[in-house]
């Protein structure tokens, strides 16, 4: 049972325009959600997170939406950098006090174009 | 670098083997995380370690154990191992108790192939 859903196992975009990439969750109790970037043959680096009592966190370059009615929220990276290039892994955490772990989703292969 | 070390980075072994997987947190950080990453799988997560004393347990078989020692390094033992064992295993570290502030430092991972 995949809680956290990535669709696109892929994404290809040209480097100065947007990058957006999505995710979708099915555990209404998820109040807590971040974003990971892999780069090849390392481990997954936290990039940005935000909280179910927000819409919206933005950090630079990178903003995270979220939407709880329809239990989505995306990655927007603008202006988009070929280092932007990295599998992107969308991870959430439930409404548990001292909630110790984090649900990934499968990733998303985001391509930067020069 | 996060900080955290695992070894080995790879490692090929025959079903039916036994494997160990070790895990250095970054200086100072007491929990530990175990997660496993199959083929277009996401990350599953395993076990978590918090000061020497599991604290959480995920999808864990039971031919799959782990420990943190004194010295807060960790290890993932793997036994009867099968084909569909194949995959990345990570280890993660943070300084405190919870996985969703972020504070998770992750390593390179050890690939693990059951041939």
């Known amino acids: 049972d995949q809680q956290v859903k990535q669709n696109s196992p892929s994404l290809s975009v040209q480097e100065g325009r947007i990058s957006i990439l999505n995710c979708d969750y099915t555990n209404s109790m998820f109040d807590y959600f971040l974003w990971y970037k892999k780069y090849p043959a390392e481990g997954p680096t936290f990039l940005i997170s935000?909280?179910?009592?927000?819409d919206k966190n933005e950090d630079g370059r990178f903003t995270v939406f979220l939407n709880k009615s329809a239990k989505h929220l995306s990655l927007h990276i603008v202006p988009s950098q070929p280092g932007d290039s990295a599998v992107y892994f969308c991870a959430a955490s439930d409404d548990d006090f001292g909630n110790e772990k984090l649900t990934f989703g499968t990733g998303t292969r985001l391509t930067i174009i020069p | 670098d996060s900080g955290v070390t695992q070894t080995p980075k790879h490692l090929i072994t025959a079903t039916g083997q036994r494997v160990t997987l070790r895990c250095s947190p970054r200086s100072g950080d007491l929990s530990v995380y175990w997660y496993q990453q199959s083929l277009d799988q996401g990350l599953q997560f395993l076990i978590q370690?918090?000061?020497?004393?599991?604290?959480a347990k995920g999808n864990i078989l039971e031919r799959f154990s782990a420990q943190q020692f004194p010295d807060l390094h960790s290890e993932l033992n793997l036994s009867s191992l099968e084909l569909g064992d194949s995959a990345l295993y990570f280890c993660?570290?943070?300084?405190?108790?919870?996985?969703?502030?972020?504070?998770?430092?992750f390593g390179e991972g050890s690939r693990l192939t059951v041939l």
């Open positions: 993660a570290s943070s300084v405190g108790l919870f996985a969703n502030t972020g504070e998770l430092f």
């Open positions: 370690y918090y000061n020497g004393e599991e604290r």
């Open positions: 935000i909280s179910s009592i927000k």
